[in-house]
C-alpha cells in the first residue's frame, strides 16, 4: 500500500506528511524537486519503475501567481508538462493519480451559485491557464484519474494568507483588505485527510471514481471578512479597512468569485468537510 507524494515540501505536502501516521497501513514516499523532477519524464519512470507506487498524489505546483505572468515556461512545465508525465507513467505502471487543481481555471465571474465541476472553465491568468492546460493533459494520458481543485488554501507552514495577516498585525495598526473577492478558504490540513480518505477507500475496497472535484471548507467569505475572523480569534486588537480589488493594481486578473461546490466528492466519497471558521480555530491554536 504505497503512496507516494510529489511536492511534499509544500503546504498540502506538509500536512499529509502531518497525519501519515494516522495511517499505518500506508508506506509513504515524500518527494520534492531535490528527490524527484516531474518535469524529467525518464527520471519519473526509473523512479516508478524501482519503487511501484499504488497511488500518486501530485502536490508539486508553481504557485507564483503573480510571477506566472512573466516567467510562463517555467510555470508550463510545472504545471503542465509536470502532470503530464505524471500521468503517463501511471498509466504505465497501472499506478492511481490524485492530482491537485485550483478554482484560478475559471474566470470567477459566476455570483449567485458556486462554480461545478462541470462548469466552462475560461483562466485569466497564466497561473490558472497552465493548471487548466495540465488538467487537459492529465485525461488525455490518463483516463481514471482524480482531479481536485480547491481554492484559498493556508495552514502552519509556508505563505499563506493567514500567516500574513498575522504577521502584518505586529508591524502596523491597521490594514487594507480586499472585500470584493469571495470565497472558501481551505484549510490543507483537511484537505490532505480528504485525499487520504480517497485513497483508503481504494485500498480497502478498491473503490475509485475518476474525474474532476471540488474541495474546499464549507462555508464562503471575502478576503476581508476572513481577515477580521483571524484577527477576533486571536484576540488582536486592529483596524481592518475594507477596499476594493482596484486598489490594490496588479498584473494578475485574481478571480471575483472562487466558492465551489461540494455535492459531487460529498456524495461520491462520503467526505467530511469541516466550516472555515471551524477549521480556522483550529490552525490558529497551533500557530
Given at each position: 500500500?504505497k503512496?507516494?507524494?510529489t ?9 499529509i ?6 495511517y499505518?497501513k500506508?508506506?509513504?514516499?515524500f518527494?520534492d ?16 519503475k524501482?519503487?511501484?507506487p499504488k ?7 508553481y504557485?507564483?501567481?503573480?510571477k506566472?505572468e512573466?516567467?510562463?515556461e517555467?510555470?508550463y512545465?510545472?504545471n503542465?508538462?509536470g502532470p ?12 492511481k ?16 451559485h ?9 483562466p ?15 485525461f488525455e ?6 482531479i481536485?481543485?480547491t481554492?484559498?488554501l493556508?495552514?502552519e507552514?509556508?505563505v ?6 498575522l504577521?502584518?498585525s505586529?508591524e502596523r495598526?491597521?490594514?487594507?483588505v ?10 490543507a490540513g483537511?484537505?490532505?485527510k480528504a485525499?487520504?480518505e480517497i485513497?483508503k477507500q481504494?485500498?480497502?475496497?478498491n473503490y ?6 471540488h ?13 477580521k475572523?483571524i484577527?477576533?480569534i ?13 486598489d490594490f ?7 471575483n468569485?472562487?466558492v465551489l461546490d461540494?455535492t459531487?466528492?460529498?456524495?461520491t466519497?462520503k467526505?467530511n468537510?469541516p466550516?472555515w471558521?471551524d477549521?480556522l480555530?483550529?490552525?490558529l491554536?497551533?500557530i
Amino acid at each position: 500500500m504505497k503512496i507516494l507524494i510529489t511536492g511534499s515540501n509544500g503546504q498540502l505536502g506538509s500536512k499529509i506528511k502531518d497525519i501519515s501516521s494516522d495511517y499505518q497501513k500506508f508506506k509513504f514516499i515524500f518527494t520534492d524537486l531535490n528527490d524527484l523532477d516531474i518535469t524529467n519524464f525518464d527520471l519519473l519512470f526509473e523512479f516508478f519503475k524501482k519503487e511501484k507506487p499504488k497511488i500518486l498524489i501530485n502536490c508539486a505546483a508553481y504557485t507564483a501567481v503573480d510571477k506566472a505572468e512573466d516567467d510562463y515556461e517555467n510555470a508550463y512545465k510545472i504545471n503542465s508538462l509536470g502532470p503530464k508525465n505524471l500521468a503517463k507513467v501511471c498509466s504505465i505502471f497501472k499506478t492511481k493519480f490524485i492530482h491537485i487543481s485550483t478554482d484560478y481555471v475559471f474566470d470567477g465571474e459566476k455570483r449567485e451559485h458556486a462554480y461545478l465541476e462541470s462548469d466552462q472553465t475560461f483562466p485569466q491568468s497564466v497561473y490558472g491557464k497552465t493548471k487548466l492546460e495540465g488538467e487537459n493533459l492529465v485525461f488525455e494520458n490518463l483516463a481514471n484519474a482524480i482531479i481536485l481543485r480547491t481554492a484559498w488554501l493556508y495552514s502552519e507552514y509556508g505563505v499563506n494568507f493567514v500567516k500574513t495577516m498575522l504577521r502584518l498585525s505586529k508591524e502596523r495598526t491597521d490594514l487594507s483588505v480586499v472585500n470584493d473577492q469571495i470565497g472558501s478558504p481551505t484549510y490543507a490540513g483537511d484537505l490532505a485527510k480528504a485525499i487520504l480518505e480517497i485513497s483508503k477507500q481504494y485500498f480497502i475496497s478498491n473503490y475509485w471514481k475518476s474525474g474532476v472535484y471540488h474541495y474546499s471548507n464549507l462555508g464562503k467569505c471575502t478576503w476581508y471578512e476572513f481577515a477580521k475572523e483571524i484577527f477576533k480569534i486571536k484576540n488582536i486588537d486592529i483596524v481592518v479597512k475594507p477596499v476594493q480589488s482596484q486598489d490594490f493594481p496588479s498584473k494578475v486578473k485574481r478571480p471575483n468569485y472562487s466558492v465551489l461546490d461540494k455535492t459531487k466528492i460529498i456524495s461520491t466519497y462520503k467526505i467530511n468537510i469541516p466550516n472555515w471558521q471551524d477549521s480556522l480555530n483550529l490552525v490558529l491554536e497551533k500557530i
